[in-house]
């Protein structure tokens, strides 16, 4: 029996005797999440398609109880997803189908494939998670969606990544938030599958690819005034890595302005087998010609944030020290990390790689325009360490979003986000991407 059919036993035998307690019903929500997907990819130079494209309806169903009364409340949350095709672009969905040693893909950009790479008429999927909660310490066990610096749930496609585990989160000490953690699998964007853990480099499905079922996690947030946070945070991938994280955000009245200061910095080192089984290696360079091996690295960032009057102006750097590339969960189906270079198209976490970054947003309510927003981000990478010599990248991502304030369409939302990306790396396509997203979030209860 899974985690999620055993959270749902478990708490169906508990509700079933206090299901019309107070709170459960009355503090119950349901929400329908609807959202319209399009991207198109252009891949430039080398060898291989030059298009990706695919567009779908994607429907996010989400269930989330009230708690029985008592000392211990019990419930029990529910997310349902549905992924329709619209369109595979004639066959550049992005996906490739097996072919000699070759184990195909896990999907395409968007949707899931067929053994010969054409992609699904639909995915689909159902999460359930059980909860408890005494005062306020809550422990979650089934289908979950965390956002922490060690583990980050991506949300970038039609549909979004769930993972299977427990949490327990605690407020019950003021202005300090504790949680904790085990992940034994994950459910990819484009995927109807739970998969177990890896990282770049030992994903995949071929024969020499590794995986993991236990990625355990603890840390928390301490708020020292009302305008400065601290982060510990901690996680374990068995047989893959460690990682340390500490993370400090102040918030600076500055004339009429605010300006928030966020400093990241990670400690990542080897695990179990990763520190001397050639298959459970990651991705760096370790001199020669060597670009696989142990996890070894670590990655310092800032980034400054400056606004006032609707105008949101920024500047950052990253450097990434170490043999390996910065490692985090990713199964090789698409993924999020939690560094201030996690980009539409690159991460900028290679292996020696230094990073600075601008950035501008405007919000256009400051002119009477409500809803309306835009922003800009440039980042280069140099530095980055291969067996042919350093190289350079550079990424410019633009998006410009709308949200309907009022009448009939009121909440409707819409989105244009467009990235360049350039590299001259080795063996190395560069890019130029668009998404266009409708969505819409519809209160059931």
Do not use: C
Not at 164 to 170: E, F, K, L, M, V
Not at 237 to 243: I, P, R
Not at 337 to 348: A, H, L, R, V, W
């Amino acid at each position: 029996m899974n985690k999620s059919t055993l959270a749902l036993a478990v708490a169906v035998g508990v509700l079933a005797q206090q299901a019309s307690a107070a709170g459960f019903i009355e503090d119950s929500k349901a929400t329908l999440g609807l959202r319209n997907f399009y991207i198109n990819t252009d891949n430039r130079d080398g060898a291989g398609p030059n298009k990706n494209e695919e567009w779908g309806q994607g429907f996010d169903l989400r269930f989330t109880s009230g708690y029985t009364q008592g000392t211990v409340g019990f419930g029990i949350d529910a997310i349902g997803l549905l992924g329709v095709r619209l369109d595979s672009g004639g066959g550049t969905n992005g996906a490739t189908a097996p072919s000699g040693s070759n184990p195909g893909s896990y999907g395409g950009t968007v949707f899931p494939s067929e053994h010969n790479g054409e992609a699904v008429d639909n995915f689909s999927s159902l999460g359930l998670t059980a909860k408890a909660k005494i005062s306020q310490t809550e422990l979650k066990l089934g289908t979950l969606q965390p956002k922490l610096p060690v583990i980050v749930t991506n949300d970038g496609r039609l549909l979004p990544q769930t993972w299977q585990g427990g949490q327990i989160t605690s407020n019950d000490i003021k202005d300090l938030t504790l949680i904790g953690g085990q992940i034994e699998s994950a459910k990819g964007r484009n995927s109807s599958n739970n998969e177990q853990l890896s990282i770049s480099g030992a994903n995949g499905r071929t024969s020499t690819g590794r995986d993991s079922n236990k990625f355990i996690y603890a840390g928390g947030d301490y708020k020292i005034t009302k305008d400065l946070t601290a982060q510990y945070y901690y996680g374990n991938l068995e047989d893959f890595y460690k990682q340390h994280f500490l993370g400090l955000v102040h918030n600076w009245a500055i004339g009429p302005g605010v300006l928030k200061s966020d400093f990241r910095y990670f400690n990542s080192r080897d695990d179990g087998a990763n520190g001397h089984d050639k298959n459970y290696f990651t991705t760096g360079y370790y001199g020669g010609s060597v670009t696989k091996g142990k996890v070894d690295n670590n990655l310092y960032s800032g980034l400054f944030l400056y606004t006032v009057a609707g105008h949101t102006f920024g500047g950052g750097y990253q450097v990434s020290n170490g043999d390996s590339d910065f490692p985090w969960l990713n199964q090789g189906d698409g993924s999020s990390n939690y560094t201030i270079t996690d980009m539409q198209i690159q991460k900028f976490g290679r292996a020696g790689e230094r990073t600075w970054q601008g950035r501008y947003s405007y919000d256009f309510a400051k002119v009477g325009v409500p809803g309306l927003t835009a922003g800009v981000v440039y980042l280069r990478g140099d530095n980055i360490d291969t067996p042919s010599g350093d190289h350079t990248e550079w990424e410019r991502d633009l998006t410009i979003g709308y949200v309907v304030p009022e009448g009939p369409l009121k909440n409707v939302g819409f989105m244009w986000k467009n990235a360049t990306w350039r590299t001259d790396l080795p063996n190395t396509r560069s890019q130029d991407e668009n998404r266009l997203i409708l969505s819409y979030s519809i209160p059931l209860l």
